[in-house]
């Protein structure tokens, strides 16, 4: 059932969103009454030329692309354990959904539902998510203090208006931002409390990128609803609900929805 109205709000939704061109109008408003989070457009990537090469306390600027969402296949999703928990069918705490196995790293209890949700997603958009996903701009992202050896206990690592750091081992790194940067969920909505995990290479490419967060169902309703007002917001919500995962409201029905996005690194 929860497919069948998946289908039908989506079919709609998409439709209205072929002629849309920008983030929905949420005011950066969050759904947990915190303050507004706002993110820097990072303007369309353009090729710079070769990639330079790793050195001492070298610097890297890249522009991230959002390019597909991270899918389920043989052996399990790549994401991230965004709650702590490694949860089944019978973890109320995880609104008794099934966690995955990332393959990429082995990581279990890996978050990322809107991976279960893509083909209900492509079936009503009768064509592939990454056509969808190139409206939203590339988001800004830098290392700095990167080591040569590309192990570096302390690397800095800017993503939008986001700043942390984190080490690297061999260029593997991995990096949690509390921040927002747009995201292709029907109609753009924030990806929020983003991570990052990626590789570094010797001669200054990223690659095996990973964006992962969790949308809020009360932003992404309000998103669809910009875009498609004559929508039962109702019908988005029980849709939502049948997959969400994370944020355990007073009813023990979850308020958000975990994702992971492929990326590609501009220059």
Known sequence: MIRSLGVVWLVATVGCYASYGGESDTGGRRSDGGPPITTRDGGPGRDEG???????????????????????????????????????????????????RDPFDGEVGVDNQLAALAPTIEAALGSDLRDSLLVIPPAPFRLEGVDPSLTDPDVRVLLADGVTRTSMRNGQFRAELAIAIPAWSFGVTPLREVGIEARLTSDGRLVDIALFGFHFLEEVIEGALTIAPDIDPELIRTTLEGVADLEPGPTGICQALSASYEAEALR
């Not at 790549?78 to 709650?83: L, Q």
């Open 50 to 100: 070769p990639p330079t090469p790793p050195g001492e306390e070298l610097d890297f600027g890249f522009r991230l692309q959002l390019v597909d969402v991270h899918r389920e296949r043989a052996g399990g999703v790549r994401g991230a354990d965004i709650d702590g928990r490694v949860s089944d069918v019978t973890d109320e705490l995880g609104c008794n959904q099934e966690d995955f």
